[in-house]
């Protein structure tokens, strides 16, 4: 694919750059001889480090990132392991160019991660903006490809990371699997209206480019002078929001607001762009002016909206550990690390929660939260008296009514469980779906244990009836297959004995 409409203007950024990068073969060479050598002798970890080292001088030498990926692949057909957890926290250096490497080399030990290989992908294109002596746009495709090869992983990636695919093969002109990748996601949510409109801008960028319309001078991007405005364009079109793009657009904000702080849009607008960036130092910064405009105004929004950020931040944290749990199951240390992180989200929310239902004491979405929060930190009474009070907002009445249940089974309140549960699945129009069998697995299991304790073998009965329509339902759901021959035997043991 010829990608030369993305070029960079070399001139352009080796004046703003200052030579940041320093190309040298000789070395580049050097290196790749030895990671050659230590190749066929199977010191794939030495031979790795080589590598890395060797594109270090020369990133943009494709054969080399291809004869890289070969070693991976020999070593995990070795049986050797992904890096440890402490190799992967590091950040590898402070340029794109060091992050990029350091990715690729965490990749390079674990080469069917398609998360690490959108890491790589994600810094390649950084460092192809910011380095004037590089275009590495031909690996950002390369590791595109690589990422949507067909059957690999498409069960691993979620509609989140398929639109980031998407967002760096376009920034780099890789049209046609920018495509492609835009359509995984669109697979992943048929719904989503902004993907379709995504898709179509997309193609006719593919369009031009094969008609040679998007390559030469009369590019109607160069009909856009004035660059800044072209990348603000760009940026809010919401198709190339690489890293750099973010950070551009964060940069661009944080003027706007420091001119007008008492703007509530331009205040919007920038924390809307620190949350994008998904890092902690952003992050930090939104909690920093947002807490600001807390003391300045006394207006609660904005403290409900640290809030927001700080769970948010608890939730990334923790979903990267069982990542890495997911794929080393035997590092306890890290287990301990991921319950110790999510004991403190939820102390951390609960309190949350009853602040702001202290100041918003109508809000019922916000009496559901906290009874969740209460739930699991098995306060039942607390959170019974929460759910009652959530259950009368129409739209949480069925889930309100489903945890009820599970407080009420808790104490062992077996009538009062059935009671809320069939309130909950009286008033819930579907039948299949999951707040469906989970209203109606939780009644069979009230059913069950008041049959139990009382020896009512109607109960059982009921019970019965109950697993037998989850089943029927989806026999996959859980353990119902178990359930229902336990249950089953229960009725018969129950009918002789009476």
């Known amino acids: 694919m010829a990608l030369s409409f993305f070029k960079k203007d070399k ?24 990671a050659q050598a230590t190749a066929d002798s199977r010191q794939y970890d030495y031979s790795i480090t080589c590598y890395v080292n060797g594109l270090r001088h020369e990133p943009d030498n494709m054969p080399r990132h291809e004869a890289l990926r070969e070693v991976a692949m020999r070593r995990k057909v070795s049986g050797l392991k992904p890096a440890g957890f402490g190799e992967r926290l590091k950040s590898g250096g402070k340029t794109p160019l060091d992050k990029m490497l350091h990715a690729e080399q965490l990749w390079a030990k674990d080469p069917l991660n398609a998360s690490l290989a959108i890491s790589v992908m994600e810094n390649a294109a950084d460092a192809h903006k910011d380095e004037a002596e590089l ?42 699997r920018a495509a492609e990748a835009c359509k995984r996601a669109i697979q992943l949510d048929p719904n989503d209206a902004s993907l379709l409109h ?45 890293t750099s793009v973010i950070d551009d657009m964060i940069t661009r904000r944080r003027a706007e607001y420091e001119e007008s702080p008492e703007d509530a849009g331009k205040l919007a607008r920038l924390i809307e762009s620190l949350g994008q960036r998904g890092t902690n130092d952003a992050d930090d910064e939104a909690i920093r002016v947002l807490g600001e405009q807390w003391e300045q105004t006394g207006q609660y929004r904005h403290k409900v909206r640290i809030g927001d950020i700080k769970m948010k931040r608890y939730n990334r ?12 199951p035997d590092d306890e240390s890290t287990r301990r690390i991921m ?12 309190e949350e929660y009853k602040e702001r239902v202290k100041n918003y004491p109508t809000d019922k979405a916000l009496r559901f939260e906290l009874g969740r929060r209460l739930f699991a930190t098995q306060q039942y009474d607390e959170a019974i008296a929460a759910f009652q009070e959530a259950r009368d907002d129409p739209k949480r009445r069925a889930a309100s009514l489903l945890y009820l249940g599970k407080c009420y089974i808790a104490k062992q309140w077996f009538d009062e469980a059935i009671d809320a549960l069939r309130q909950g699945i009286a008033g819930h129009e579907l039948t299949d779906d999951r707040i469906a069998l989970d209203l109606r697995y939780d009644l069979m299991e ?22 037998s329509e989850i089943l029927q339902a989806s026999i996959t759901y859980r353990d119902i297959r178990e359930r229902l021959e336990k249950i089953k035997a229960l009725a018969a043991e129950l009918e002789k004995q009476g």
Request: net charge positive.
């Open 446 to 467: 009230a059913l069950e244990n008041q049959a139990k304790r009382t020896k009512n073998v109607e109960s059982a009965k009921e019970a019965q009836k109950v697993a």
């Open 135 to 176: 275009d590495l746009s031909e690996l950002v495709d390369w590791l595109g490809g690589i990422v949507l090869e067909p059957g690999q992983n498409a069960k691993k990636l979620g509609k989140s990371q398929f639109v980031k695919v998407r967002d760096l093969l376009f920034a780099v002109g890789a049209f046609d």
């Open 198 to 242: 995504d898709l179509k801008n997309i193609e006719a960028e593919q369009t031009m480019q094969k008609s040679g319309m998007g390559g030469g001078e009369g590019d109607f991007r160069k009909a856009i002078k004035d660059a800044d405005k072209q990348r603000v364009l760009e940026q809010e079109s919401g198709i190339a929001k690489t």
């Open 339 to 350: 319950v110790e992180m999510a004991r403190k989200q939820l102390a951390f929310e609960l």
């Open 11 to 34: 001139s352009a950024a080796a004046g703003d750059q200052g030579g940041g990068f320093k190309r040298d073969t000789r070395k580049a060479n050097a290196f790749f001889k030895h």
């Open 317 to 328: 944290e923790v979903r990267e550990l069982r990542q890495h749990l997911t794929e080393n």
